[in-house]
């Protein structure tokens, strides 16, 4: 069995050495163990579920993937590949501090910040930080969540980790199916594709969690928005060289995936940017360049009607070497364009700095980019956040074949 310990900055450089180290991520590992990082704020733990301990006399698919032992996989287990650190090499943040909102000064303004809105509780974890990381183990208003982003799909998704009477933690495996992030549960040691968020491998397979909605915004927005909030810390426990992008010009339109992909699809190049749905029956992928050149579509997903509003200002944190200092690309938010049963309509507006605003034709209210009524019958009125992800159209398309393309 495998021992299930956190991998210290020391523990990580050995357990690199003799490895292909393939994805710059894994050589930037070793080549900035060593450098301090600044020093930050006061840091604080606002809460902690404890997760399940570790289940005995159950097969490991982090250490026997392939074993004919496993309930049946719900993916082609061929397609699973070392992205070059071993489980844990990438060290997920289990217990993750927090800064207040108003005090972070170590954040430039363009610079993208996955962000969560839960029952009333406001939180950022900076880009900067999940690149290192990517996965953080958190909970909000007494809720285990997990918070995930993939660099190589530019994917940042949400899940509730509890599963029947279990709460499980994650860890990064090392390994990647579709050039995703492939996410192991400590519990059962089974192994998660991150888009989909179900088990493909081990004790769990077939399992799906449940995703939470999650946004990647500019931290200047996400602060003006709610300087109460909390930001997920530097005190990591870790060093590493946040701000700092191992994957410099990775976003380029026309360039592949790092990693081989069970389907391609050409109908877009595959770092196409898309707004997908993952949680739906219904397979759409919208490209958000679409989006942003009108500052909002609507899309009917499941019966439901989501609005997608697109705004221009967010640095990619796949672009220059600097995450703050990455050229400007749209940014999303999506939600239910539903109102106590009534459908709504919406007609966007974009103003001369860019700002986004919407009024339905069914009232004539004005809505903000974040989902509110600011005059009009509906003021002060919140549309619900649809569970959506911006990610690449290559990430998408190897998940989902058989997904409608919205375009215009």
Known sequence: MRMNKSTTVTGTVALLVGITACTPLAQDLEATAESPDPAFGTSVVLEEVFA????????????????????????????????????????????????????????????????????????????????????????????????????????????????????????????????????????????????HGRAGVGHLAGTQLDFVPVTMVPWSQWREEHPDGWVLSRDTGHVRNYGRNPYVGYDEVGSDPLFPV??????????????????????????????????????????????????????????????????????????????EGQDLTFEPTVDASGAVTLVDAETGSTWNSNGRAIAGFFEGTQLETAVTIDTFWFAWAAFRGDTTVISE
């Open 52 to 195: 399940d301990p570790r289940e005995d006399d159950i097969l490991s698919a982090v250490d026997a993937p392939f074993d004919e032992g496993h309930p049946p996989a719900h993916i082609d287990t061929a397609g699973l590949r070392s992205g070059g650190p071993p489980p844990d090499g990438i060290p997920s943040i289990n217990q993750p501090r927090f800064e207040p909102a108003d005090s972070v000064l170590w954040l430039e303004d363009h610079e993208p910040v996955v962000t969560l809105d839960f029952n009333g509780h406001h939180r950022a974890y900076p880009v900067r930080i999940l690149t290192w990381h990517e996965i953080v183990n958190d909970t909000v208003d007494g809720v285990p969540l997990v918070i995930t982003y993939c660099p190589l799909c530019n994917t940042a998704i949400a899940f509730d980790r509890r599963v029947d009477d279990r709460v499980l933690s994650f860890g990064v495996s090392g390994m990647l199916y579709n050039s995703d992030l492939v996410m192991f549960d400590r519990q059962t040691e089974s192994l998660w594709p991150q888009v």
């Open 262 to 339: 069970a389907r391609e699809d050409d109908r877009l190049l595959s770092k196409t940017r898309i707004v997908a749905f993952p949680s739906a029956t219904d397979s759409v992928a919208v490209v958000t360049q679409a989006v942003a050149a009108v500052g909002a579509i609507t899309v009917e997903v499941d019966d439901d009607p989501i609005v997608i509003v697109a705004i221009d200002g967010l640095a990619s944190a796949l672009d220059d070497i600097s995450i703050a200092e990455g050229r400007e690309i749209p940014w999303t938010r999506s939600f239910i364009a539903r109102v």
